[in-house]
């Protein structure tokens, strides 16, 4: 198979068909396989936010998928009380987010919000983090360093962001039947670990984390931890 040279035009609504039709797929493959790793770093990001000293706490997961376990993490922690505005560009996703996380969504602790995370809006300092996980991955790369520099807006004074990227630099790397699936298209995009950390840190975040960890999907990711000046 040749790999493709151009980004299609229709890069979202390509990766919203893929996701709504392998939802199911995904999380039964991948949801054990890729927890242990998340759920590291969110415990490392929840005992920074305790630190905090703050009663109540605000994050943006960028991409929450069917909203475990991460998102359903945040929202069970005793303290800090944390509300999440969770998003994700495939309707499927939510809607299974929806019932996991449904005693959540009855209290008003979660916000679901479905679209491309790069078109999402809120004012300044809003969140006290912001994360992704395998999902700011998605956006071609030029788009990366745009939602970098709003989540830098996004972020409170002595906020934290926590993503992962690809180690290995690649501007287009697409799959057609990704998990052996028909409709599966699917596509990744990636500066390399240098040009991850640089991109973050030229948002104005300080780097704490920045470790490179092999997955057992046949994949080596960079996770970080940054946080923006008080």
């Known amino acids: 198979m040749t790999e493709p040279t151009t980004i299609p035009e229709d890069l979202k609504d390509r990766m919203k068909n893929s996701y709504d039709a392998i939802a199911h797929t995904y999380n039964a493959k ?31 997961e960028l991409g929450c998928g069917a909203g475990i376990p991460s998102t ?14 969770a998003n994700d560009l ?9 019932q996991h996380l449904s005693d959540h969504v009855k209290s008003g602790k979660v916000k679901l919000i479905q ?29 990366q ?17 926590l993503a992962n990227f690809a180690e290995e630099e690649k501007e287009i790397n697409v799959m057609e039947n990704w998990l052996g699936e028909d409709k599966g298209w699917t596509f990744w995009s990636a500066w390399g670990a240098e040009g991850s950390v640089k991109m973050v840190e030229e948002v104005g975040l300080e ?12 994949a080596t990711f960079l996770w970080v931890i940054g946080r923006k000046g008080a």
């Open 207 to 218: 780097v704490l984390v920045r470790d490179t960890r092999e997955s057992n999907v046949d």
């Open 72 to 85: 359903k993490t945040f929202l069970d922690n005793p303290k800090p009380s944390i509300h999440v505005t």
């Open 90 to 98: 495939s309707t499927v996703q939510l809607d299974l987010a929806r």
């Open 145 to 161: 360093v745009l939602l970098m520099q709003k989540i830098a807006t996004w972020l409170k004074p002595g906020g934290y962001f």
């Open 30 to 60: 991948l949801g054990t396989v890729l927890d242990n790793i998340r759920l590291d770093y969110v415990n490392r990001l929840l005992d920074l936010l305790k630190d905090t000293g703050r009663e109540e706490v605000t994050i943006l």
């Open 115 to 143: 679209g491309d995370m790069l078109a999402l809006d809120f004012p300044a300092r809003s969140f006290d983090a912001v994360t992704g996980f395998y999902s700011v991955i998605h956006l071609p790369r030029d788009e």
